[in-house]
């Protein structure tokens, strides 16, 4: 059992304190990402459950067993860094086979592990080869050959992926989860890219400023943010935003956004909030050309500025007389700039946050 | 649809436009101007003076001669005569140790006789106790006698047990008897094979003017070597831990960093003088302090520069002094050239801080290390300047090494011709070592 426990686990560099003790349970065997922009904290805490950094605060777990003071090789995990901290002067070979050396298992023991693994990976005829002779994404199997060779409970990744060209990233990324699906390890990713959080994790943690935000699977955190700043960093393109104040009319909540656009929301339970400040959140999705029998779709009539095809799709950016919004629309729809178009919003999945505590509503 | 097969359109016609760049332009004139200057200097200052060196090495050019005449090779090999450094001469043989010693106990009554043998040359014998024991041939009989009143009065009898029997042998506690000089080799060897009628241990010694018959010139190589390999060893051990010690993040890293480099860039001519007073035979510190912890009494007060062991330890710790900050710097640049990543993984491998040295940052580092060794070695192979101010090569040629014994020989002595050919030794020496050791980090790579 190799679940993983962080409990008000803080971290302070001199003055600034960049993990505000947080608190969070990896489950034996699970996929977990942590994911926010640069400066969450999301590197510095998992640096802390490997053991490179010391912890200021707070308690970790692995299996059960408190490991906040044990140097790194005591804590039954293994790494891939995001340079990949290959020996350029030790072969795959040796590279992977080093920490079993270190370990002083059986030759025998460590050959069979190696050269598994290196099947695995399709690594097999580059045994012999140093790491300067191999491709980035060759290297990329070889760190974390050398991580799985070592049949730790928890597997830590370190934005591994974000050296590999895009190609080769979304190939790594399903091989990743197909590996994870075959070696039974917990596994901790850190990555500041959403689509590999949406993708890859079985939960999701979303890190700012040292705290978490939330902790979900992808599909919740998708569709149920707890904060406004989730909302924004989970989905691509981000969420509209719309400043606005709730109100009621003929006994139904709804919204008025700043520039006098009002639009009913399909909640019963705000009607009695009426004035309250609120920031408006629709995702570029939700947002159409036609009602298409939607029962809470709204009109918002608006200017298209730009339209950005993408293939299928396109994203257009349009101004209303809230503000500036994002769509994604098939690209047979035939808008052109500076078109006179009303959209559909379907207010179902409208998002309501705080504008104070920007906690959704 | 387009149809691609169809051909290109024509490509504009590129007129090859020479000479219309402005001369100022072209990038060719200005790469040669801006390579000049080096070119000027390699040639005048360093191809010059090597060529000039080889050639003063193939005369006989001294300091003050008008003229010099061209005499091949004989500056570096010229053998005018040979003698035969001759010892332990094997008298008789007994098969017991008394009678060796009865025999040995004769010597007194022993005599020399002489009698005209083969080839007009007169055979030597000892008569002792009746027996008639011949030793020596040579053309003049006088020269015999004393030879042989040499071996039988001067030197030790000893009796030596030799497989199964007793040898008496005559052996020259402090110089051995000389036998010669012979003008050619084939008279060395007549010497050798029919005119000495002993069994004893012979030595070829060559008497002449070149710098490979000149008794310290292996001497000066030694010592050359000594010293290179010394200071080298020593700055390794020094640098190493140095270098470790300022990779550490700790306050004041910088300014040590910065401090560590004073001895390197201090002119030795200014750093040496404050050496020569640390290693004065009268008012060195060292003995002062040695003295003050009582470790050695007043009597005893090491002459630094005087001794022969300790002349050689004082220029090599001026050199290690003066050289250790360059390889620091330079085994501190490789540490820092080791990303910290790789660091990391090694202690989430699992190795330990002394595994992590000797697994990753040696193998690391071992590169950039042979190319501070390589400077350093042809730095102290070289070297001139700390053994000139410290012991001007004495005491008795101890600290002599090839650039100094060059410096003595050709501007001091005046022979610039025999100077130039000891300074050029040092070529092919040098060659062979930067030769391997490009060749080893070539392999590395």
Known sequence: MADVTLEHVEKRFGEVLAVRGIDLTVKDQEFVILVGPSGCGKTTTLRMIAGLE????????????????????DRDIAMVFQSYALYPHMTVYRNMAFALQLRRLPKREIDGRVREVADILGLGEHLERKPRQLSGGQRQRVAVGAALCRQAGVLLFDEPLSNLDAKLRVHM???????????????????????????????IVIMNHGVICQIGTPLEVYDRPATQFVASFIGSPPMNFFNGELATSDGQAAVVLEGGLRLRLARQDLVGSAGRPVVFGI???????????????????????????LG?????????SAGVFQVEIEIYAGVQRLDHIDFWFDMNRAYLFDRETECAI | MRDLTAPALPAEVVTPARSRVKFLERERPLGYALILPAILYLSLFIAYPFIMSIYLSLTDAQAGNERWSFIGLGN????????????????ATFPTEAVARAFVAQRSQGKVVTAPAQGARFRGSFLIADRTIPFLEMENEKDVVFQGETILQDLDWEVRPEAGSYAVVAHAKES???????????????????????????????????????????????????????????????????AMLLNRRFGGRRILRGLIVIPWVIPIAISAQAWLWILDSTYSVINWCLVNWGIITPANII?????????????????????FPFTTIVILAGLTAIPDEIIERARVDGASAFQRFIYIISPMVRPILMVSLLFSVIFSFTDFNTIWIITKGGPYDQTQVLSTYAYQIGVNAGYLGRGAAISLFMFPIMAVMVYFMLQFLRREA
């Not at chain 1, 995702?283 to 095809?309: C, F, M, T």
């Open chain 1, 54 to 73: 010391e912890v200021s605060g707070g308690d970790i777990r692995i299996g059960g067993r408190s490991v906040t003071y044990l140097p790194p090789r």
């Open chain 1, 173 to 203: 990324r399903t091989e990743l989860k197909r590996l994870h699906h075959s070696v039974k390890s917990t596994m901790i990713y850190v990555t500041h890219d959403q689509v590999e959080a949406m993708t890859m994790g079985d939960r």
């Open chain 1, 312 to 320: 299928h799709d396109v994203i257009v950016s349009a101004t209303c």
């Open chain 2, 176 to 242: 051995p008897i000389t036998l010669g000089p012979f003008a050619t080799r084939g008279a060395l060897d007549r010497m050798r094979k029919e005119q000495l009628l002993l069994k004893a241990d012979t030595r070829v010694k060559t008497n002449g003017t070149g710098v490979v018959q000149d008794p310290n010139f292996p001497l000066a190589l030694k010592n050359t070597f000594k010293y290179t390999f010394g200071t080298e060893i020593v700055k390794l051990f020094i640098g190493v831990p140095c």
């Open chain 2, 76 to 91: 570096y090999s010229h053998v005018s005569s040979y003698e035969i450094l001759a010892n332990d001469f094997v008298i």
């Open chain 1, 283 to 309: 995702r570029p999705e939700y947002i159409s050309l036609d009602p298409n029998g939607r029962p809470y779709a709204v009109k918002v009539p608006a200017v298209i500025d730009e339209v950005e095809p």
């Open chain 2, 303 to 323: 002459n630094f520069r005087g001794d022969k062991d300790w002349a050689m330890f004082s220029v090599i710790l001026v050199n290690v002094w003066r050289g």
